[in-house]
């Protein structure tokens, strides 16, 4: 079986004072606290969710 792309995401930001929708989004990636990391499967609807608070994450190197 192939692996699997993964990236790490950090949150390096408060969603306190943003939209509803990019709180919804940080909870939808599995974030839940500052400085938190998930790693993620590496898809176009996982980019386009980090692309939409990517002032509140970083991408970090994933393997």
Known sequence: MASKDTI????IKSGIGYAKDQRATLVGLGL????????LEDTPSVRGMVNKIK?????????
């Open 32 to 39: 839940r606290r500052m400085h938190q990391v998930v790693e």
């Open 8 to 11: 790490r995401v950090r949150q």
């Open 55 to 63: 002032h509140l994450v970083r991408i970090e190197s994933g393997e």
